[in-house]
């Protein structure tokens, strides 16, 4: 069965930084996307950051310019450099990854992990 695990999360104050790491297993990941949601109370899941599997990365404006986003192919990894932080972004995170028709990109299947507390407060 395929597996995300996130590690990484905590508790940390305004303006630091923290690394959050997903090891995924139970398949081949180079070909699928992979990305960081989050949600926080009352909120809606929203995306943070994706990386697909040629590399190509987007984040949401929220992020952008604070956080970034990389994969290892060969270690099955995927982390999110998250610089900058504020309380605004205290949520659960939740490592993602989806596999996509080569054509379409329509999701085929879409696995997630069991989510990371990250608190941003003083």
């Known amino acids: 069965q395929v597996q995300l695990v996130e590690s990484g999360g905590g508790l940390v104050q305004p303006g630091g930084s923290l690394r959050l790491s997903c090891a995924a297993s139970?398949?081949?990941?180079?070909?699928?996307?992979m990305g960081w949601y989050r949600q926080a109370p009352g909120n809606e899941r929203e995306l943070v950051a994706v990386?697909?599997?040629?590399?190509?990365?987007n984040y949401a404006n929220s992020v952008k310019g604070r956080f970034t986003i990389s994969r290892d192919n060969v270690k099955n990894t995927v982390t999110l450099q998250m610089n900058s932080l504020k309380s605004e972004d205290t949520a659960v995170y939740y490592c993602?990854?989806?596999?996509?028709?080569?054509?379409?990109?329509?999701?085929?299947?879409?696995?997630w992990g069991q989510g990371t507390q990250v608190t941003v407060s003083s």
């Open positions: 993602n990854v989806k596999r996509r028709s080569s054509w379409s990109h329509r999701i085929l299947n879409d696995y």
């Open positions: 139970g398949s081949i990941f180079s070909g699928y996307d």
């Open positions: 990386i697909t599997s040629d590399g190509s990365t």
